[in-house]
């Protein structure tokens, strides 16, 4: 007798966040790039179309970053120019797009101002072809001017920026809505507060299609399992009708990976660990391999090698038998 | 918890008399009111008055869409009024109702399956309503099997266990609730379930303390669905408490909002 499968029938669907605009569109992109979309759980195409794959960002610093060794040694000195170095991932490493993380406007670091900050995304606006996102340093103070004035100087680019967190929502909210930018809604961890937050950005009239939810995620070995059962629940909210956890996901998985111990110390002190400059990849690649069937949609990376080897896990996995 | 509002029905005098001189505005006004309330679907009944149901039926389905979007649960025992509706209808509608009748299951099945419906069985048949659980949920085999056998996916199909009125027959207040629970297991997946709420507490005082009380024990047990007032604030946020506390939807701080606005 045949066996039949049964399939899941989902009463809903992930929404769709449009990444960057053309020239056709108000913007000067060579390419705008639409997430999200899933009509099943990731990549399980025989119960839903899962339209649009997972992208993958590549991580560029407006200041040289203090990173560990097998980054700086793999990138090399582009790390010294945010320019060339966007330029390099774009058409060396395969970048998706870029995750500018505006580092250098830390009042503690070089202290950038807005218009020198604003300026580096122009610059790399004007030297890639491929769709933004800009996030600041993480100053709740200063990210409000930096980002406010950042978003009035892209206007029309369709950036994703970023972070809006419950209790610091507004004004990212506001700089988005009059620029046409979308918004990376954070929570730390915790599917009530990504729901609420969600919830108070769309009351401010953002639509629902211009919010990229940041859950926060580990590195491997470091509760990745935590952020996995968060976004998988997120996700099954989702499908079954919940529109206020219905949008794409994004995780900053370099960020994550390389705060591993297992990612950064030297063979050195672990001469048991294997060589470094594999290890620091893998570790990275693992971590987003991990998350992508978790349903990331957009990974924030480093490594070249763990970006190359995700490139090719989500080929993989958008194969339809 | 799927909310459907009980508001238009030819059972209340404004919409009785409305649907007799083709007045649209008490139709739209309640349509309109309910939405704002929280309800996902509108339940649609000419009423006994009515003397053309199929025409009746016709009209009210196209007055309503005309101001509100929401899907619409059309409520007959004229079935060829409800074909008559379904026709007109812009979403999937949802046919109220069919007993566990042969003659009955066979008019009602596959017209739903044709136009995409979905059906509320009640557990009765010719002899009547069951006093207790066990033979309430036999009749709802018997819907379950119908389901099978005219293609009806399981989950279109919502069970009404068939409440009374407190004050008159006590002791099936309880029965229901078990039959709603019994009901879940008949199928994998199971059938949906629903009451017609506000029968729980006909012809008593303080009506919604009862209805509302009612609906948090019937969800525990697993209802799906109530035919109910909808703008009776108390009884929405109860639902909406109820779905959190069940753990079916993800809370958030505003989790009563969202229980209207989605």
Redesign the interface.
């Known amino acids: 007798m045949a066996v039949q499968l049964l399939k899941e029938r989902y009463a809903s669907e992930v929404g769709t966040v449009v990444l960057g605009a053309t020239k056709e569109q108000g913007g000067t992109r060579s390419v705008s790039l639409t997430v999200g979309g899933e009509k099943a759980l990731p990549f399980q195409h025989y119960e839903g179309e899962i339209p649009n794959r997972p992208l993958v960002a590549m991580e560029v610093t407006d200041v040289e970053p203090n990173w560990p060794a097998p980054l700086k040694e793999v990138l090399g000195d582009v790390v010294k120019d945010p320019v060339a170095w966007a330029k390099k991932c774009v058409e060396e490493w395969g970048a998706d797009l870029i995750y500018v993380k505006l580092d250098g406007a830390d009042p503690d670091g070089a202290n950038k101002s807005p218009e020198e900050c604003a300026k580096t995304v122009k610059d790399i606006l004007a030297a890639v072809g491929v769709p933004l996102i800009v996030v600041g340093s993480g100053d709740v103070e200063k990210d409000h001017e930096v980002m406010v004035k950042v978003a009035e100087e892209a206007a029309g680019e369709k950036l994703l920026l970023g972070v809006a967190e419950q209790e610091n929502y507004k004004s990212l909210v506001a700089a988005c809505l009059g620029n046409g930018h979308s918004i990376i809604a954070r929570s730390p961890l915790d599917i009530n507060i990504c729901k609420q937050l969600n919830i108070l950005i769309t009351e401010m009239n953002m639509p629902a299609d211009r919010i990229v939810i940041d859950p926060m995620i580990a590195g491997l070995g470091y509760g990745i399992e935590y952020g996995y059962s968060i976004m998988e629940r997120g996700r099954m909210g989702a499908l079954q009708g919940d529109k206020m956890l219905a949008m794409p996901l994004i995780c900053t998985v370099g960020f994550e990976a390389w705060r591993a111990k297992e990612a950064w110390a030297s063979e050195n002190d672990f001469p048991g660990w294997g060589p470094q400059n594999e290890r620091g990849p893998a570790w990275e690649a693992m971590t987003a391999g991990a998350l992508v069937q978790a349903g990331a949609d957009i990974l924030c990376m480093r490594h070249p090698a763990a970006v190359k080897a995700v490139k090719k896990n989500i080929d993989q996995l958008m194969e339809r038998k | 918890m799927i909310i459907i509002g009980e508001r238009i029905n030819g059972m209340f005098k404004d919409i009785g008399q409305a649907v007799k001189e083709r007045d649209p505005k008490p139709l739209q006004e309640w349509a309109i009111k309910q939405k704002e309330g929280g309800a996902h679907y509108l339940d649609i009944n000419t009423g006994p008055a009515c003397e053309d149901r199929v025409a009746g039926m016709k009209w009210m389905v196209e007055v309503v869409q005309e101001v509100c979007d929401l899907p619409l649960v059309l409520d007959s025992t004229n079935y060829d009024a409800i074909e008559a509706g379904l026709e007109l209808c812009k979403k999937p509608a949802m046919i109220n109702s069919c007993p566990a009748e042969r003659p009955k299951i066979e008019r009602v099945f596959p017209m739903a399956v044709k136009h995409n419906a979905k059906v509320i069985g009640l557990t009765m048949n010719e002899k009547g309503i069951p006093k207790n659980a066990e033979n309430r949920v036999a009749l709802a085999m018997e819907l379950v099997a119908a389901a099978d056998e005219f293609g009806l996916?399981m989950?279109d199909l919502f069970i009404d266990p068939l409440i009374l009125p407190v004050n008159v027959a006590q002791d099936h207040v309880p029965e229901v609730l078990e039959a709603i629970r019994q009901v879940k297991f008949l199928a994998d997946p199971a059938p949906k379930t629903v009451l017609g709420l506000s029968n729980v507490s006909q012809k008593s005082p303080d009506r919604p303390l009862l209805n509302r009380t009612y609906l948090a024990m019937a969800m525990a047990c697993g209802l799906d669905a109530a035919i109910a007032d909808a703008n009776d604030d108390a009884l929405m946020e109860t639902a909406a408490s109820a779905e959190v506390l069940l753990n079916q939807?993800?809370?958030?701080?505003?989790y009563v909002?969202?229980f209207r606005t989605?």
Not at chain 2, 249 to 254: G, P, T
């Open positions: 996916p989950e939807s993800i809370y958030c701080d505003s909002k969202v989605r």
